[in-house]
């Protein structure tokens, strides 16, 4: 079993930059990849940024590329995506995942992923 929890929302002005934590525990040895979801209300769920858990291999979203970047601290078992140069579509609540399979085809898909984190909400202000 796995469980994650994620955590450094908040406050930050357009342009800024923030960091977003994604802490594993238990089982983490069997997990795969790990991703950053975002959501507003009334809309779907929106693969943000993930990346393998030994390899490091990253994908992005078409609308964080360049902007955001997701790393990982295999040691610590945490996986951070930065944040730079916010913008106010950036408002959302963020949420990490976690799966036992690799990207392949369908990694952008919130339905792949097993485990998942209680949200951190971020709010970019202009």
């Known amino acids: 079993q796995v469980q994650v929890v994620d955590s450094g929302g908040g406050l930050v002005q357009t342009g800024g930059s923030l960091r977003l934590s994604c802490a594993a525990f238990g089982r983490t040895g069997t997990l795969r990849t790990v991703a950053w979801f975002r959501q507003v209300p009334g809309r779907e769920r929106e693969f943000v940024a993930g990346i393998t858990w030994s390899g490091g291999d990253v994908r992005y979203g078409d609308a964080t590329r360049g902007r955001f970047t997701i790393s990982r601290d295999k040691i610590k078992s945490i996986v951070y995506l930065q944040i730079k140069y916010a913008e106010t579509t950036d408002t959302a609540d963020y949420y990490c995942?976690?799966?036992?399979?690799?990207?392949?085809?369908?990694?952008?898909?919130?339905?792949?992923?097993?485990?998942w984190g209680q949200g951190t909400q971020v709010t970019v202000t202009s």
């Open positions: 995942a976690a799966r036992l399979g690799s990207f392949g085809n369908t990694y952008a898909s919130p339905s792949v992923y097993a485990y």
